[in-house]
């Protein structure tokens, strides 16, 4: 049974940093399509980062929103992917739920539609 639990969300002042962490179990970790999305009330939930390890290699997308602020990553010996979240602003207040992708959704044109499993997540709220 996949099981996907979230940590890591809190309140900051714009300017601060947060790191998440999606701790992961029931799949094959290393070679799978995972990601953070996000949504605010009365917004529509979007794609914030991803990381692609299925062919072996890594890759990573970002929402232009997030780049150069957010670094998505894994740790494969604790089965854990994380988001590093610096220069916060408040219009980044979500919550920020890690997914499991779709592998057939996982390039960087189409990952952000492909979530297919997601778990309960974290409140992130940023003020002003």
């Known amino acids: 049974q996949v099981r996907l639990v979230e940590s890591g969300g809190g309140s900051v002042q714009a300017g601060g940093s947060l790191r998440l962490s999606c701790a992961t179990s029931?799949?094959?970790?290393?070679?799978?399509?995972m990601g953070w999305f996000r949504q605010a009330p009365g917004k529509e939930r979007e794609g914030v980062a991803a990381?692609?390890?299925?062919?072996?290699?890594?890759?990573?997308y970002y929402a232009d929103s997030v780049k150069g602020r957010f670094t998505i990553s894994q740790d494969n010996a604790k089965n854990t992917m994380y988001l590093q979240m610096n220069s916060l602003k408040p219009e980044d207040t979500a919550m920020y739920y890690c997914?499991?992708?779709?592998?057939?959704?996982?390039?960087?044109?189409?990952?952000?539609?492909?979530?297919?499993?997601r778990g309960q997540g974290t409140q992130v709220t940023v003020s002003s």
């Open positions: 997914a499991l992708i779709n592998p057939a959704m996982c390039d960087g044109g189409t990952w952000y539609r492909g979530l297919a499993y």
């Open positions: 990381v692609d390890t299925t062919s072996g290699a890594t890759a990573t």
């Open positions: 029931g799949y094959t970790y290393s070679r799978a399509c």
